[in-house]
């Protein structure tokens, strides 16, 4: 990680912008919201920092706890932020990296603030948005200490001691009255990021503690993210439990004025089609962009001309498409350059057309040179892929033979879909609902106007396991991509989407869950952008209905909540529960007035937080490997988002 910086700077390097009142006016301008997700965003701003000053050559390892009252500390062993006074603001440079908005900026032009949460919008933003904030400096032998809250310096920087290394310690506790629906911090979500950021940053040691669990013999849990092999090492997390083709990932990289890419890439013996992932200064490009499109073109090229090259593919034969080359591939695309444009609805699509050439350059060369000089692997890569290829010929030829109109071809909507009458997608709303009488109580219960139903008789095709073909030969699987009418593959286009709302209504059984998965999996793998935009969703039908005496009943939502409820009811006091079983034991009324009013219901959304997650949670649970299935479970049993995945 050592690269040539200035190793002087000066106060002037800080663009002094404005103070912090914005921030608490208005906090999802710079983190994106005050939800879960934007309590999180707190940890990977000043994580971020110190990632800085890391790929900047100065620190080695970064440490982060989770406290008790879920307030936060983060340490580097970095140079520790400067203390000598301001040469204009006349303050400490650590009480203006603080205290001003985009204080923290880094040095000129040469190195690239390569990481970033909000693409990094400082650590004073964390400091405005947190009750309590202490900084602690370690450099040329002294201890400083500062500390603030919401922003204001309250406590003005002092010596505290002497101390032999040199680091930044940033302890900070968010502030409730801005993250009002939760001041809880997931494990999973921080240990998730961290092992992303330590893949993306080979030999970055991150080190999480969270001093609120104790594991079996009292110690808290604690976990170390370092990876010498980086992204390759990513790209074999993600291919873990699965048959790899090459015995270790590909890996290249390659450099310009503008940045750098480096890239890793896997193919198995899966069927997975997006385990790609790209990311552009740390930054997980959900929404793909220049790199990502330049990474696609180049491999399809480049399997192309090798398989003509070396007469694997006919003249006659057509070209593999993109698809084809994919189907089982796992790739880090991650690039690092100096002035990233960020585009898309969540900001998360490379805008840069540099890098289309520099990635698809560094493909061309990287990959072609890695089939040529390993023929053995290369013949496997193509023969997978013309497999692939072969195969949806077959099945094409064989639907035509059955004369049923493609999925893509064909105009007509499933019979079964009874459709709304707004044509207005955004407004529009689809029930996926499980079973003929659910379907049917639905069909009664909707708002036609705005509400379409579509039941699935039975279990789904788990797409996980079967090829593209067979998911193509399955009636509900079609009637699903019709239904949706965005295309799946390389003709999927997200704006094609005739709903905005594509609501997951199924029973509250192990059957209804079960189902539940099989359609998570069937978005994930095929209409993955869906799941990025927010558009689908879990309904969440009541488990009791509560009567008590005359008066009318009470819908309860979940176990906890029954024994609250029933705990209130006065002893004496008459009353039953109902359980409901299926969505069919609800007549149309109560359906619509408890699951399917968009006033009264409760829904969750369901997003791709973590791609690497996912990937795994998809792969190892849905894969055709009984092993990784049987560790997920028993890992995350206990974990209530396992049930709800
Ligand atoms: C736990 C959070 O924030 N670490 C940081 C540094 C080191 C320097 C620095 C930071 C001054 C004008 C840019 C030190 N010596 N951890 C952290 N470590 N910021 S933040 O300087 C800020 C510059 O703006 C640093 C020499 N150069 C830079």
Redesign the pocket.
């Known amino acids: 990680m050592t690269e040539t ?10 663009q002094v912008l404005e103070g912090l009142e914005p921030v608490r006016k208005r906090p999802g301008m710079y983190i994106g919201s005050t939800s879960a997700r934007g309590l999180h965003h707190l940890v990977y701003e ?2 971020d ?2 990632v ?2 890391a790929l ?1 050559g ?2 080695s390892h ?1 440490k982060v706890w989770i406290h008790q009252d879920n307030s936060i ?4 062993d ?5 203390v000598d006074k301001h040469p204009k603001e006349h303050i400490p ?2 009480e ?2 603080l205290t001003i908005l985009h ?5 000129g032009g040469e190195g690239y603030k390569v990481s970033g949460g909000l693409h990094g919008v400082g ?1 004073s933003v964390v400091n405005a948005l947190s009750t309590k904030m202490i ?1 602690q400096v370690c ?1 040329d032998g002294s201890q400083y200490e500062i500390a603030f809250s919401r922003g204001k310096t309250v406590e003005k920087l002092k010596k505290i001691g002497s101390c032999k290394r040199s ?4 302890s900070f506790w968010p502030d409730p009255e801005i993250f009002t629906e939760t001041t809880e911090y997931e494990y999973r979500i921080l240990a998730n990021r961290f092992r992303e950021m330590a893949f993306l940053n080979k030999n970055l040691k991150i080190t999480l503690t969270d001093e609120r669990e104790k594991d079996e013999d009292g110690n808290d849990r604690s976990e170390v993210f370092e990876y010498s092999g980086g992204i390759q090492d990513f790209v074999k997390f993600l291919n873990q439990g699965k048959e790899a083709i090459t015995r270790k990932p590909i890996y290249f990289e390659a450099e310009s004025p503008e940045g750098e890419v480096e890239i890793a890439m896997q193919w198995t013996e899966s069927y997975s089609t997006n385990s790609v992932l790209s990311f552009a200064n740390n930054i997980n490009t959900q929404e793909g962009g220049t790199h990502l499109e330049g990474f696609k073109q180049a491999v399809t090229r480049t399997i192309n001309d090798y398989a003509r090259q070396k007469g694997i593919l006919k003249d006659k034969e057509k070209n593999l498409t993109g698809d084809d080359c994919r189907e089982g591939l796992a790739a880090i695309i991650s690039v690092k350059l100096h002035d990233p444009q960020f585009e898309g609805q969540t900001k998360t699509k490379l805008g840069n057309s540099e890098m289309r050439q520099l990635v698809s350059g560094a493909v061309t060369q990287g990959l072609g040179e890695y089939l040529e000089e390993n023929p053995r692997p290369a013949r496997k890569i193509i023969d997978k892929a013309s497999q692939a290829l072969r195969a949806r010929e077959a099945a094409r030829k064989a639907r035509d033979l059955t004369r049923r109109k493609n999925v893509m071809e064909s105009f007509s909507l499933p019979g079964k879909l009874a459709d709304c009458s707004s044509k207005d997608a955004s407004a529009s709303e689809i029930f996926i609902v499980e079973g003929d009488s659910a379907g049917g109580s639905a069909k009664q219960a909707r708002d036609r106007t705005y509400q379409a139903i579509l039941p699935l008789r039975g279990k789904i095709l788990n797409v996980e396991r079967a090829g593209r073909n067979r998911a193509l030969s399955s009636d509900t699987i079609t009637s699903l991509i019709t239904a949706i009418g965005t295309n799946i593959g390389e003709d999927f286009d997200a704006e094609k989407a005739r709903y905005h709302r594509i609501i997951i209504m199924t029973d509250a059984d192990v059957d209804g869950a079960h189902i539940r998965i099989l359609l998570l999996t069937f978005f994930y793998r095929y209409m993955p952008e869906l799941l990025n935009r927010g558009y689908i969703y879990i309904a969440q039908p009541p488990l009791y209905g509560l009567k008590q005496g005359k008066k009318k009943i009470r819908y309860i939502y979940n176990d906890d909540a029954l024994a609250r409820e029933t705990a209130k009811i006065p002893d004496g006091t008459k009353y039953d529960v109902q359980r409901y079983k299926g969505l069919g034991e609800m007549d149309p009324e109560q359906l619509w007035s408890t699951t399917m009013e968009p006033d009264q219901r409760i829904m969750l959304q369901v997003t791709i937080d973590d791609a690497a997650d996912a990937e795994r949670a998809v792969s190892d649970l849905m894969g055709s490997q009984v092993e990784p299935r049987k560790e997920y479970i028993q890992k995350h049993a206990k974990d209530a988002r396992f049930l709800d995945i």
């Open positions: 910086k200035p190793t002087h700077y000066n106060g002037n390097d800080i000043v994580v920092n110190s800085d000053e900047a100065y620190c970064i500390t983060v340490q580097d970095g140079r520790g932020i400067p440079t650590v203006v990296v204080a923290g900026g880094k040095f650590v900084v450099r680091g930044t310690t940033v």
